[in-house]
């Protein structure tokens, strides 16, 4: 009769993984107007009716390293999108903590490879919901850049003065919870069980539990005096005896001073201690 196995599922843990996050603060584009020129409602020359203003979304396309961005292509590291954010002039300062259509964020699982090109598109909708459709919308201004970034909390403060639009936005590269360093491909998850008991460090390096050692903190630091090659402990503090590896017989008997190795010779002689009792 075939005995099932017990079947162990273990999901798939990235090697790394992180964030790009993009920010819209303010656009300027007072004449309301495309990146050739053209009125955003109608195609007309400028001026342009007041009354009839740029619905304004952003995409932006994160590539690998290129001495000069250039538009078109694949995204290699990621693609976003945000909804229509405003006007021809608008700023997202005052908006609410919890409302962040201002922000593109664009996640990755492999190592973050510091250098980095982006090119981030200002669009004109043509209505204030289709942000999606391929082909949709009108191009407002273009804007490519090159550069280095390290993951942090903190924002890289950008400027973008066009034709006929200027954007201030911002950016940053964030490591998931539990992966650290400049590529976020360093795995360090707090734990206290079968596995090891130990927190992590701001570099991700595991530093273990108190009564904890080894690279894994896995072993437990036994009851001081506790002997190095007869005695041992599962948990911190604690002193057991080990079988004798030469008779393969653990102690039956003890004495004031703690437990003893039993040998035909020799029963029970108090020759060698492993743990002292009180």
Not at 105 to 123: G, K, M, N, Q
Not at 197 to 209: E, F, R, V
């Amino acid at each position: 009769m075939a005995i099932l196995q017990p079947y162990s599922f273990t999901a798939k843990v990235p090697e790394a993984a992180g964030t790009f996050e993009l920010q819209i603060r303010l656009v300027r584009n007072e004449k309301g107007v495309l990146a050739d020129g053209r009125c955003c409602r109608g195609g007309l020359d400028p001026p342009c009716p007041a009354g009839e203003q740029c619905q304004t979304f952003f995409r932006a396309c994160l590539k690998e390293y290129q001495l000069r961005a250039l538009p078109g292509g694949p995204c290699v590291l990621g693609a976003a999108t945000t909804r229509v954010l405003g006007g021809n002039v608008f700023s997202t300062a005052h908006r609410k903590p919890q409302d962040r259509a201002d922000r593109m964020v664009v996640p990755f699982d492999f190592a973050w490879p510091r250098s980095y090109s982006l090119v981030l598109e200002a669009w004109d909708a043509p209505n204030d919901t289709d942000v999606t459709t391929p082909g949709a919308g009108q191009l407002m201004e273009q804007v490519t850049r090159s550069g280095m970034l390290n993951p942090g909390e903190g924002w890289q403060d950008l400027w973008h003065h066009g034709r006929g639009t200027s954007l201030d936005y911002r950016i940053r590269v964030r490591c998931q919870e539990h992966y650290y360093g400049p590529a976020c491909n360093i795995l360090c998850r707090p734990r206290d069980d079968f596995f090891g008991h130990h927190g992590c460090d701001t570099a991700g390096n595991k530093i273990c539990l108190d009564g904890w050692t080894g690279d894994e903190c896995t072993r437990a630091i036994c009851l001081q005096g506790c002997h190095e090659t007869h005695g041992y402990c599962e948990e911190p503090g604690d002193c057991r005896p080990i079988r004798d590896t030469v008779w393969g017989a653990e102690s039956n008997s003890s004495s004031r001073l703690g437990w003893v190795i039993k040998s035909p010779q020799q029963p029970c002689q108090e020759a060698l201690t492993l743990s002292q009792e009180n």
